[in-house]
């Protein structure tokens, strides 16, 4: 099994920033051989893809994101840490909405595991 607790969501202006954490956990969970995701629910809308890193077991830690968050966000990881961190800058109100973390074995298709999410509000 494999824990992910979210943290750093809030409430901020438009243009202001936000650091989100997910810290990772498990009894037997190696950190390099998980690709991790972030993903994010508005109100009345389904979940969407934000941004993920590949595990460093499958390549090195190649990322991708959503076209809505291209040159402001940026997805990154602390192996030591087994924590994965959303910088998000330039911050939109369409941003709003609860974030998760999501983990999946390097080679699955799927995300398997989520955290409970986090809030981010952002006011015009």
């Known amino acids: 099994q494999v824990q992910l607790v979210e943290s750093g969501g809030g409430l901020v202006q438009a243009g202001g920033s936000l650091r989100l954490s997910c810290a990772a956990s498990g009894r037997t969970f190696t950190f390099s051989r998980y690709a991790m995701g972030w993903f994010r629910q508005a109100p009345g809308k389904e979940r969407e893809f934000v941004a993920a890193l590949t595990a460093l077991s499958w390549s090195s830690g190649d990322t991708s994101y959503a076209d809505s968050v291209k040159g402001r966000f940026t997805i990154s990881r602390d192996g030591a840490k087994n924590t994965v961190y959303l910088q998000m800058n330039s911050l939109k109100p369409e941003d709003t909405g609860v974030y998760y973390c999501?983990?999946?074995?390097?080679?699955?298709?799927?995300?398997?595991?989520w955290g409970q999410g986090t809030q981010v509000s952002v006011s015009s």
């Open positions: 999501a983990a999946r074995y390097y080679y699955a298709d799927e995300y398997r595991y």
